[in-house]
C-alpha cells in the first residue's frame, strides 16, 4: 500500500471512451491497497481548440491582461477532463472527486501562460486519501496570490504531476502517455531505437532538452530537485494487464547509479532541428567582445545556446552562436544593426538549416574516446562538423540539417545502441 501519482496525457484522455478506460486503470490500482492521486491533461487538441478561439475572436496580444485571460480559457481543458474522470471512477463504483489548481491549492507566481509552481497545500488531498477516495487534480494550471488562475506552459501537466507527487511524497510517479517509454533514440528515424528500461535523471534531462519530446523539460528539473522517482510508460496496453508486470513497464527515470542500471557509456542520440547558427567574422579581438556581443544578445531576451571563438588572426576573430529557430532574425537584426557595427566586425552571418546532434551518456564520465567516435562515425558518412560542445555527460555538433537523420543513424549503430547491453 502506496501513495502513488498517475498523470495520463492528452491522448489518453482523447475520448469518454479512454477516459474510462483511465478510469478503469485507475481503480485496479485503487483496488490493490494504493493511494491514487491523478492528474490528468486536457482530452487531445482541447488546448489547442481553446488557444485557437481566442485568436479568432481577437488578434493576440503581448500584455498580462491578455494573458490571463488565455490561462483562465486554456484552464478549462483539464478541469472538463479532471471532471470527468472522477463521473467514469465513481461509475466504477469508487468514490471520486476532481479539483482544480486553486482548490487545491497549487499556487503558483504570477507569470501567465509559463507560472512556476511556488508550493502545493496537500491539506484537503490528504484528508480526501484518507477518507478513501480517489482525488484527481487538474494538470497545467495553479494559482497566483491574487487568486488568478494561471497556466505552467504548453506540456505542464507532467510537472503538475511531479510536483503533486513531490509535496505528497509519492512513492512513484507514473507518466501514462502515448509512447511506451524513453527510447536510444527516436524510432521513427531510426526503427531498431531500443527502449531503455531505465535512465538516469542527468540524462533524462539532456534528451529531454534536446529535443526528445517524451517529458515537458521542467517536469524533469522537479523530480530531480525533489528526487520524485518518475517512470514513463504507456496508456494503451489493456487496463487489465498485471498491475505487477505494469509496475515495471516503460522506463524508469532513477536517481542512483545501481547495478541495475544499464552499463551503456552512451545511453541515447537526441537531436533537434530548432536552432539556427550566427556568425560574426573579422570581429576584433580585444577584452569584453564575448560580453559586448552575448550581454547585447541576452539583452533582446534572445536565449544563446552553443558558442565558438576562434583562435585570432592579425587581431581578428570569428565568433559563432546559436540561438532558437524563432529569434534568428531577430538576432541577426540585432548583430547588423548594432554590434557589428559597433565592434567593427567585417560581416554577419547567418545559417537557419542546421541541426544539433547529440550523444548522451553518465558513462562519458568515466571513458576516454567517446567524442572521437563520434567524429569518427560522422567523417565516415562525409558529414561536416560545424561547431562542437561538451558537457560531461554529452557532445554535441552542428550540421547542416540535411544530413540529421543520417549522423544519428550512424551514431545509433557506432555506439551499438540497437544492442542490448551485456
Ligand atoms: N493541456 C496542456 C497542453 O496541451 C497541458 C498538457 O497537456 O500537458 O499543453
Ligand atoms: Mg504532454
Not at 136 to 144: N, P, S, Y
Not at 237 to 263: C, R, V, Y
Not at 352 to 365: D, F, P
Not at 378 to 385: A, D, H, P, V
Request: with cysteine; proline share 2%.
Amino acid at each position: 500500500m502506496a501513495l502513488i501519482v498517475h498523470k495520463y496525457g492528452g491522448t489518453s484522455m482523447g475520448s469518454t471512451e479512454r477516459i474510462r478506460n483511465v478510469a478503469k486503470r485507475v481503480a485496479k490500482w485503487a483496488r490493490a491497497g494504493h493511494q491514487m492521486v491523478v492528474v490528468p491533461s486536457a482530452m487531445s487538441g482541447e488546448t489547442n481548440r481553446l488557444l485557437a478561439l481566442a485568436k479568432e475572436v481577437a488578434p493576440a496580444k503581448a500584455d498580462d491582461a491578455y494573458h490571463r485571460e488565455l490561462d483562465q480559457l486554456a484552464a478549462t481543458g483539464e478541469q472538463a477532463s479532471s471532471a470527468l474522470l472522477a463521473i467514469a471512477l465513481q461509475a466504477e463504483g469508487l468514490a471520486a472527486v476532481s479539483y482544480s489548481g486553486w482548490q487545491v491549492a497549487i499556487k503558483t507566481n504570477s507569470a501567465f501562460t509559463k507560472a512556476r509552481i511556488e508550493s502545493i497545500d496537500d491539506a484537503r488531498v490528504r484528508a480526501d486519501l484518507a477518507a478513501g477516495k480517489v482525488v484527481i487534480i487538474t494538470g497545467f494550471q495553479g494559482v497566483d496570490d491574487a487568486g488568478n488562475v494561471t497556466t505552467l506552459g504548453r506540456g505542464g501537466s507532467d510537472t503538475s504531476a511531479v510536483a503533486v507527487a513531490a509535496a505528497m511524497k509519492a512513492q512513484e510517479c507514473l507518466i501514462y502517455t502515448d509512447v511506451d517509454g524513453v527510447y536510444t533514440t527516436d524510432p521513427r528515424v531510426v526503427p531498431e531505437a531500443r527502449r531503455l528500461k531505465t535512465v538516469s535523471f542527468e540524462e533524462m534531462l539532456e534528451m529531454a532538452s534536446m529535443g526528445s519530446k517524451v517529458l515537458q523539460i521542467r517536469s524533469v528539473e522537479f523530480a530531480g530537485k525533489y528526487k520524485v522517482p518518475l517512470r514513463v510508460l504507456s496508456s494503451f496496453t489493456p487496463w487489465d494487464i498485471d498491475i505487477h508486470e505494469e509496475a515495471k513497464s516503460g522506463t524508469l527515470i532513477s536517481f542512483e547509479e545501481d547495478e541495475n542500471m544499464e552499463q551503456a557509456v552512451v545511453s541515447g542520440i537526441a537531436f533537434n532541428r530548432d536552432e539556427a547558427k550566427i556568425s560574426l567574422l573579422g570581429v576584433p579581438d580585444t577584452p569584453g567582445i564575448a560580453y559586448q556581443i552575448l550581454g547585447a544578445v541576452a539583452q533582446a531576451n534572445i536565449e544563446v545556446d552553443m558558442i565558438i571563438q576562434n583562435v585570432s588572426h592579425e587581431g581578428k576573430t570569428d565568433f559563432s552562436f546559436t540561438v532558437h529557430r524563432n529569434d534568428f532574425a531577430r538576432a541577426t537584426d540585432l548583430l547588423k544593426s548594432d554590434i557589428a557595427p559597433k565592434l567593427g566586425a567585417r560581416q554577419v552571418i547567418g545559417d537557419a538549416k542546421i541541426c544539433k546532434v547529440s550523444i548522451v551518456g553518465i558513462g562519458m564520465r568515466s571513458h576516454v574516446g567517446v567524442a572521437s567516435k563520434m567524429f569518427r562515425a560522422l567523417s565516415e558518412e562525409g558529414i561536416n562538423i560545424q561547431m562542437i560542445s561538451t558537457s560531461e555527460i554529452k557532445t554535441s555538433v552542428v550540421i547542416d540539417e540535411k544530413y540529421m537523420e543520417l549522423a544519428v543513424r550512424a551514431l545509433h549503430k557506432a555506439f551499438d545502441l540497437d544492442q542490448q547491453p551485456a
